[in-house]
């Protein structure tokens, strides 16, 4: 195995849990701080900040320290495109039954 392969499978490790995907979506409107995403997520803001750290430490998105809030923003809206992708997956078996 290559590290390239182990590095895309470290990204679409991060992205394999349904908070983080919404996350991921919702920095994809807008930038958000951890108190915005907490009420969006509707989870306590330890679990926020976890999955924040794991889609942080893939590269996906970003921090930058305003006054004494953390904004995070998506770095890779590309990430989205496997959204669709997936959905279309989806279609297909559906279409197949």
Known sequence: MTDRYNYMASV??????PTRLFIVEKLN????????LTRMVKADISTV???LT???????I??????????YR??????????????????TE???D
Not at 29 to 36: A, F, G, I, L, P
Not at 54 to 60: C, D, E, N, S, V
Not at 74 to 91: R, T
């Open 62 to 71: 970003a921090a930058e320290k305003l006054n004494n809030q953390m904004i």
């Open 49 to 51: 900040s976890k999955h």
């Open 54 to 60: 794991i889609l942080k430490q893939a590269g996906i």
């Open 12 to 17: 679409m490790k991060a992205l394999a849990h």
């Open 29 to 36: 409107e807008q930038t958000c701080n951890v108190s915005e």
């Open 74 to 91: 998506l770095l890779c809206p590309c990430v989205l495109d496997m959204y669709q992708c997936v959905i279309k997956i989806k279609d």
């Open 94 to 96: 559906e279409k197949n």
